[in-house]
């Protein structure tokens, strides 16, 4: 009732007052087919062209050969503003279900297969005619015994299996309210794979599976906690009952009424090739790449593009106001929303502007909300929400404990008013413009990046030229625009979504509760075996080459690892130093009040604004045995970034209030750290494995904390800088110009020789117990090794591999019985250390606590060791051959890869061919003689959570029970 009432006074606002008419129109929702492109256009930082198959089907292609993979991704115009009217959620169970197979791909035999799907299919069909519950149960009971039936002779999974058979990651899925887009990574040698498989999935797919995937669905919204419930109910505050106001996840009654033959018809009436896109990006080349897309794609058929009717542009007359319930895992939150300019106009550029302006130009990084409000609320932000051609804007704000939602939700809308009142300047958004830049061309260096924007670019039907101009017309938009837009639409109209404890509680969908089909090892088609024969050329491995991918040069205090930046003018400054809280135990607390300071004349609040005016960042880190500082920017403000960041050391600008706030938040991190089971059980592993030398441990008591002095802590930051040091850079500049800019003629000192990382070694096998509440346990192993030895990086790597496979067929056979006695575990040796640090083996698993003695038993008995089976061995080999030849080292990531390799203590560059070469001839004796050292090994057990039965375990080792609370020192 509430929403066919929102949708009426919709409809009413729609034909309101001339004013809402003068407004500019929205974009079409059905978006225009994009302009082919041969050249890349001037200034594309991808390169990109554009080329269309004879079927309609667009292709997008971003040649870069820096990496041997190829980021893919299909787009379908088809999204949840498609969905049938009765039908929500449509879209998205129509991606689940093409992740099932096809008449070929994730089938047996399907011959046998299609009459078991026909009946499914009518079972749904009548299911939809019954209203007697007992009738449909009884359906229920048949769909059920027909979808395990079809699991057990099928191979639903197989898609998933065969992509990390070809070394593919992230496969995915996303539906959102106009498009659906698949995504996946791909090594560039395994193009024709992916192209097969994609072309097979989308020309034939099985819809197998339907019952099982519906629940999932099903489940994903109940459980999709935080922003997704807000967005949910501002959707609906501002388009009702319409395409857009609706989830994407579906309603719960909508879920109930789906069926295969509703499934069926939205794909062959959505899913055309002239509506579609494929996007590649990474190592290909263009033409070959389209040669090989015409004849996998080109056989799918040409159809109508069928049409979106146009959207209204939403006009609020008053506010509208939902309330939700508090679900787990999710904080208070106040989010209102605004129906802001459409798309394509210029007020949509305006919008953009102050949403960069309002919620920060970068991930982490505070908008004006934030810092008007800090102190007033918890958190606080903004985003930009899309409809299809229209757009919505949204502030949200976390209360403060004690805080009401209302009380949060006044200062939101003080806030905006002062926006709108132009409480800005012109430097403000000319400082957020810079940060989006910055954040902009360090994101489009990721080829997944890069496949991501031309998707998006699609599937919202904007003309590529205007994607790449985006930029370039922000830095048009001034403070003038920005205000008059702000005050033109954020009036009375909007719509407030409140999540606290009070709220209403998510409605559910009643479906049957089906049986989850077993877990089991893979199975292969004849499809998927086809595709693994297909040939695939061995990528040539690309080692890291002194000279031509980074530089060593001296510089003061120490050396500069340089590489250079081949896609931007971005930098990254690193300075190392091998000090840290063990060397000085206050050290790290002079460093979290550095990060609180100003510099010489400027308060914190200042420096950080001069810092954004550079489109600079500056972080420290501190740790046991090291601590950094890095500074992060745009080349044209290297300079005068560099001169903040040591005017900041030379001379602190510490305010009053600093060290009490630094205090204070340290208390509150330790009061909920000593809550966090996660931290309880890092700590609990540090005290089992290292006694009293535990990292945990060594923190300062509640009483030093207290206790810090603001002098001494001014004199450790500025003799910071002081120390030797190792410098990473990467940039545009050369190494020796950036060796000048870093000299300041002083003398460097050295710290003494560091403590290597030692284990404790007990006589016989060590349990310790800590309680916590709950039924269930998280449990540690360890064993300690030898000290790390570069020669034997292979054996590290190739246990932990063959661990790694038998524990996950151990988890996965576990899953399919009643009562598993684990339901996650790892695995592994140490595989990177510092020279002289030893080593060890660790496992960790999660399971019920009743069956804790069991499963400790059962991993005990894994790592000390047995004969791995062959099929095994052969995998793991083949997995870390294929990681060898197809993994490479970022140009970011260069210098940080010579100064590990220079800790573990080699010389001579990138040790990857020379363990490459040794894997090649790797034997199982091998890995035999290398496991052998822990088959009678004492190990070392800790275990957190549920009762435990002690009497079961004492015969494992020697049993000690401790308290939570010991393991920290406060």
């Not at 769909?143 to 999974?157: K, Q, T």
């Not at 300075?575 to 060397?583: D, S």
Request: overall charge negative; glycine content about 8%; aromatic content about 8%.
């Amino acid at each position: 009732m509430k929403r066919r009432l929102a949708l009426a006074v919709l409809l009413a606002a729609a034909a309101g007052p001339a004013a809402a008419r003068s407004r500019p129109a929205p974009a079409p929702i059905a978006p225009s087919v994009p302009v082919p492109i041969d050249v890349p256009l001037r200034g594309d930082p991808l390169g990109a062209v554009i080329r269309r198959l004879p079927n309609g089907l667009t292709v997008y292609l971003s040649p870069d050969p820096r990496a041997p993979r190829v980021a893919a991704r299909i787009v379908v115009r088809a999204g949840s503003a498609d969905d049938p009217a009765g039908g929500s959620g449509t879209a998205s169970l129509v991606a689940r279900l093409l992740f099932t197979g096809t008449r070929r791909l994730g089938a047996l035999d399907f011959g046998s297969e299609a009459p078991r799907l026909a009946r499914i299919a009518e079972l749904y069909r009548r299911r939809a005619r019954l209203r007697d519950p007992s009738k449909r149960a009884e359906l229920d009971r048949l769909i059920d015994a027909e979808n395990l039936a079809d699991a057990r002779e099928s191979a639903p999974g197989e898609l998933e299996s065969l992509y990390a058979r070809l070394g593919a990651v992230g496969l995915d899925d996303a539906a959102s309210r106009d498009a659906t887009t698949f995504s996946v990574d791909v090594p560039s040698g395994r193009l024709e794979a992916w192209a097969a498989i994609e072309s097979e999935r989308f020309a034939d797919p099985a819809f197998r599976l339907f019952p099982t995937e519906l629940e999932s669905q099903d489940e994903d919204r109940d459980a999709a906690p935080g922003d997704g419930a807000l967005d949910r109910a501002l959707a609906a505050g501002l388009y009702g009952d319409g395409p857009y106001g609706r989830p994407v996840l579906g309603e719960p009654a909508d879920l109930e009424r789906l069926s295969p033959a509703a499934a069926r018809a939205f794909y062959a009436s959505r899913y055309v090739p002239g509506d579609a896109a494929i996007v590649l990006a990474g190592d290909f080349d263009p033409d070959r790449a389209m040669d090989l897309i015409r004849r996998r794609f080109g056989a799918w058929a040409a159809a109508p593009v069928p049409e979106r009717a146009a959207l209204p542009q939403s006009r609020l007359e008053g506010e509208r106001s939902y309330s939700l319930a508090l679900s787990s895992g999710a904080e208070p939150e106040v989010a209102i929303a605004w129906p802001s300019a459409p798309a394509g106009t210029r007020d949509a550029d305006a919008f953009a502007a102050l949403n960069l302006l309002a919620g920060g130009a970068a991930p982490g990084e505070p908008g004006l909300l934030a810092e008007r409000l800090d102190g007033k609320v918890s958190a606080a932000g903004s985003r930009l929400l899309k409809f299809g051609g229209a757009r919505a804007w949204c502030v949200w704000a976390r209360p403060e404990p004690g805080q009401t939602p209302e009380q949060a939700k006044a200062l939101l809308l003080e806030a905006v008013d002062a926006l709108k009142s132009g409480a800005f300047d012109d430097a403000d958004l000319r400082d957020a413009l810079l940060g989006f830049e910055v954040a902009e061309k360090r994101r489009l260096e990721s080829e997944d990046a890069r496949a991501d924007a031309m998707a998006a670019s699609f599937a919202s039907g904007e003309p590529w030229e205007r994607s790449v101009g985006r930029l370039d017309r922000l830095r048009r938009v001034t403070k003038a625009d920005v205000a008059r837009a702000a005050r033109e639409y954020l009036g009375p109209g909007r719509v407030v979504a409140i999540r606290s404890a009070g709220g209403a509680a998510p409605e559910r969908a009643a479906l049957p509760g089906f049986t989850p089909p077993p877990a089991g090892a893979p199975r292969w088609s004849d499809f998927a075996e086809s595709v693994l024969a297909l040939p695939a050329p061995a990528p040539a491995p690309r080692w890291l080459a002194a000279g031509r991918d980074y530089q060593i040069v001296p510089v003061d205090g120490g050396r500069l690892y340089a590489a250079r930046n081949p896609y931007d003018d971005l930098f990254q400054l690193t300075i190392l130093y091998e000090r840290g809280w063990r060397g000085d135990r206050e050290l790290c607390p002079a460093l979290d009040l550095l990060a609180r300071a100003g510099a010489g004349p400027y308060p914190a609040d200042e420096f950080a604004r001069r810092l954004r005016a550079l489109g600079a960042s500056l972080t420290y880190s501190c740790g046991e045995q090291r601590s950094s500082v890095e500074l992060t920017g745009v080349d044209r403000n290297f300079w005068p970034s560099l001169e903040l960041m040591q005017q900041r050391f030379d001379w602190p600008n510490v305010s009053s209030a600093a060290l009490t706030g630094l205090v204070d938040a340290e208390l509150a991190r330790r009061a909920a750290q000593t809550k966090d089971p996660d931290a309880v059980f890092h700590a609990f592993g540090q005290f089992a494995t290292r006694g009293r030398e535990s990292a945990a441990l060594g923190a300062l008591s509640d009483d030093e904390l207290k206790r810090l002095d603001e002098r001494r802590l001014v004199g450790l930051i500025q003799d910071f800088p002081h120390w030797r040091r190792r410098v990473a850079y990467v940039g545009p500049r050369s190494p020796s110009e950036v060796s000048k800019l870093l000299e300041t003629f002083g003398r460097f000192k050295s710290e003494p020789p560091r403590e290597p990382l030692r284990f404790l070694r007990p006589a016989k096998t060590r349990i310790l117990y800590a309680s916590l509440p709950g039924d269930r346990v998280r449990v540690g192993v360890s064993a300690p090794d030898e000290v790390f030895d570069p020669e034997h990086v292979v054996d590290y790597q190739m246990l932990s591999r063959c661990l790694s496979v038998e524990l996950s067929s151990a988890v996965l056979s576990e899953a399919a019985r009643p009562d598993p006695l684990f339901d996650s575990a790892s695995a592994g040796h140490t595989t990177r250390a510092l020279r002289g640090d030893e080593t060890e083996l660790r496992a960790s698993f999660a399971g019920p606590s009743a069956r804790a003695p069991e499963a400790v038993a059962r991993m005990l008995a894994l790592l000390r060791g047995g004969e791995i089976p062959r099929a095994d061995f052969d995998a793991a080999k083949a997995a870390l051959e294929r990681d060898y030849l197809e993994d490479t080292i970022p140009f970011r990531e260069a210098p940080a890869a010579v100064i590990a390799w220079e800790d573990e203590g080699l010389s001579g560059g990138d040790p990857r061919a020379a363990r490459l070469q040794r894997l090649e001839s790797y034997a199982p004796a091998d890995l035999e003689s290398f496991a052998k050292r822990f088959r009678d090994e004492p190990m070392t057990v800790w275990i957190l959570g549920g009762r435990v039965d002690a009497d079961a375990l004492k015969p494992l080792g020697t049993f000690e029970e401790r308290g939570a609370g010991s393991l920290f020192p406060y």
